[in-house]
Each structure stands twice: as structure tokens, then as C-alpha cells.
């Protein structure tokens, strides 16, 4: 099993900041991915990106690719989701996911481990 808690979310104006923390503990030896995947009011959970454990590769959504970044401590088990120029559409909350299985994924079903979620809003 593996737990995962996310932090840093909150209320931010558009063109802000904001950087997103997601903690894992448990068997933190086993998840090969973490991504992160968000979900506004009325939609679907949508992926927004994911970084291999080992060797800090990334995978990004198109919607957030060159304002989001992704990077982990594999010290302190953390992931961390740097999100700049963010717009109201961002709005979401926003969920990290553990997955233990081979070769990434960017589906929900991909991923076995979920954490709560922290909520982030862009005011406009």
C-alpha cells in the first residue's frame, strides 16, 4: 500500500503562482509513476502530468505544457507540481496518483494509488 497526501493548494489570481506538494509514504519503493490528474465542477478527471520515480522522466498534458513543472525528492518521497501563469480554467481539484505497474500511463485507470486532492482556484 502506499499513501499519498497532497498540500499547497489554494485560492490565486490569474497570471499567479502556485506549487503543489504530494507526499507519499507506506511502500514508497514500489510506485514507478506519480502523475498528477485534476477535476473542475461537471467534468471528468483529467490528466495533467506524471514523472517516473527513478529516472525523472516526464510526461505532460498539452494544457499545461511549458506553465506546469513537475520534479521529485526520492529523499523526502515527495513530488512536487510547480503551476505559473495559471488561468481560471485551471480551477480544479487537483489529485496525485501512484502507479506500480510498467510503462506510464494517462488514464485514471492507470494508477492504483490516490490521494485526497487539494483544491485550487484562479480567480480572474
Known amino acids: 500500500q502506499v499513501q499519498l497526501a497532497e498540500s499547497g493548494g489554494g485560492l490565486v489570481q490569474a497570471g499567479g503562482s502556485l506549487r503543489l506538494s504530494c507526499a507519499a509514504s507506506?511502500?514508497?519503493?514500489?510506485?514507478?509513476?506519480i502523475g498528477w490528474f485534476r477535476q473542475a465542477p461537471g467534468k471528468e478527471r483529467e490528466f495533467v502530468v506524471a514523472?517516473?520515480?527513478?529516472?525523472?522522466?516526464?510526461y505532460y498534458g498539452d494544457s499545461v505544457k511549458g506553465r506546469f513543472t513537475i520534479s521529485r525528492d526520492t529523499a523526502k518521497n515527495t513530488v512536487y507540481l510547480q503551476m505559473n501563469s495559471l488561468k481560471p480554467e485551471d480551477t480544479a481539484v487537483y489529485y496525485c496518483?501512484?502507479?506500480?505497474?510498467?510503462?506510464?500511463?494517462?488514464?485514471?485507470?492507470?494508477?492504483?494509488?490516490w490521494g485526497q486532492g487539494t483544491q485550487v482556484t484562479v480567480s480572474s
Open positions: 507506506g511502500r514508497t519503493s514500489s510506485p514507478l509513476f
Open positions: 496518483a501512484a502507479r506500480s505497474r510498467l510503462l506510464a500511463s494517462t488514464t485514471v485507470n492507470g494508477y492504483d494509488y
Open positions: 514523472i517516473t520515480w527513478s529516472s525523472g522522466l516526464t
